[in-house]
């Protein structure tokens, strides 16, 4: 039971701010799976120690449960057709993966002012990163791809 919570508090309060908590969880696990309670246990301790002096963030969590909620709230909104497979004929006649932008080709593997939400969702952003851990330098990236975005010359939707 506590090397699961372990998983748990990795992911739900650690989260980004340090990724390598899951990995320390999953290890004490393992650890204890192989080598039975009497050293495993020093391994879930020391796991233990780890999230307990890890910054914390629920910033994943709090962007799943909003992006579910809106999934589940909004199913009138359709996948850009941009983004649709288009396996058939008419699929294609349909307009589905009509200028899709494949990252890998833009410059930096970043497609500037792509869009991957529907229209009506434009101004959307789920993911908040925390000023703590690893995060910061997330939130950084997400800054640096924002500008990006904003002066593509190639933006899908216009506000």
Same mark, same amino acid.
Request: glycine share 6%.
């Given at each position: 039971?506590?090397?699961?919570?372990?998983?748990?508090?990795? +992911?739900?309060?650690?989260?980004?701010?340090?990724?390598?908590?899951?990995?320390?969880?999953?290890?004490? #696990?393992?650890?204890?799976?192989?080598?039975?309670?009497?050293?495993?246990?020093?391994?879930?301790?020391?796991?233990?120690?780890?999230?307990?002096?890890?910054? &914390? +963030?629920?910033?994943?969590?709090?962007? #799943?449960?909003?992006?579910?909620?809106?999934?589940? =709230?909004?199913?009138? %909104?359709?996948?850009?057709?941009?983004?649709?497979?288009?396996?058939?004929?008419?699929?294609?006649?349909?307009? %589905?993966?009509?200028?899709?932008?494949?990252?890998?080709?833009?410059?930096?593997?970043?497609?500037?002012?792509?869009?991957?939400?529907?229209?009506?969702?434009?101004?959307?952003?789920?993911?908040?990163? +925390? =000023?703590?851990?690893?995060?910061? &330098?997330?939130?950084?990236?997400?800054?640096?791809?924002? =500008?990006?975005?904003?002066? +593509?010359?190639?933006?899908?939707?216009? &506000?």
């Amino acid at each position: 039971y506590i090397a699961r919570r372990l998983l748990a508090i990795a +992911s739900e309060d650690v989260g980004n701010a340090d990724p390598r908590a899951m990995q320390v969880a999953l290890a004490a #696990w393992d650890c204890f799976t192989r080598v039975g309670p009497a050293e495993g246990e020093r391994a879930i301790a020391q796991a233990i120690v780890y999230l307990a002096c890890a910054p &914390k +963030s629920n910033a994943v969590y709090t962007a #799943w449960k909003q992006a579910l909620t809106d999934a589940h =709230n909004l199913p009138e %909104y359709e996948v850009p057709h941009h983004l649709r497979n288009a396996p058939t004929h008419l699929m294609k006649d349909l307009g %589905y993966g009509a200028e899709y932008r494949y990252a890998h080709d833009e410059p930096g593997a970043y497609a500037a002012g792509e869009q991957y939400l529907p229209p009506e969702m434009l101004a959307t952003r789920y993911y908040q990163p +925390s =000023n703590r851990g690893l995060e910061t &330098k997330i939130g950084e990236k997400l800054d640096y791809l924002a =500008n990006l975005d904003a002066n +593509s010359p190639r933006k899908r939707y216009e &506000k």
